[in-house]
């Protein structure tokens, strides 16, 4: 089974920036994407990348401050997170997709990362 693993997350001040990655091992996907949860709460979608056209898709909370990109494989991708604000703390969650259909639900996918905290303090 492919795997995912993270790594960044962090405490950062409000208005700093934080980077997290994400990198696949034994095996790809037609799309990666980030999700964020609070305990107790669902997870939601935060932004995805689709490899065959580079396409990227947003939340809108997020949209102008977070960049989804990829590595030069096709098992790697980051999200660059700027102007952070306190709403933004989460654990912030890589997710795998093999098809091409861009879904920014959570139980469209089902190849997940352990998670990463990032918070945003005052």
């Known amino acids: 089974q492919v795997q995912l693993v993270e790594s960044g997350g962090g405490l950062v001040q409000a208005g700093d920036s934080l980077r997290i990655s994400c990198t696949a091992s034994r095996g790809t996907f037609k799309q990666m994407g980030w999700f964020r949860q609070a305990p107790g709460k669902e997870r939601d979608f935060v932004a995805v990348l689709r490899w065959g056209d580079n396409g990227t898709w947003y939340s809108d909370s997020v949209k102008g401050r977070f960049t989804i990109s990829r590595g030069n494989a096709t098992n790697s991708v980051f999200l660059q997170m700027n102007s952070l604000k306190l709403e933004d703390t989460d654990g912030y969650y890589c997710?795998?997709?093999?098809?091409?259909?861009?879904?920014?639900?959570?139980?469209?996918?089902?190849?997940w990362g352990q998670g990463n905290q990032g918070t945003v303090s005052s």
């Open positions: 997710a795998g997709k093999k098809g091409e259909v861009v879904r920014m639900t959570a139980t469209a996918y089902d190849n």
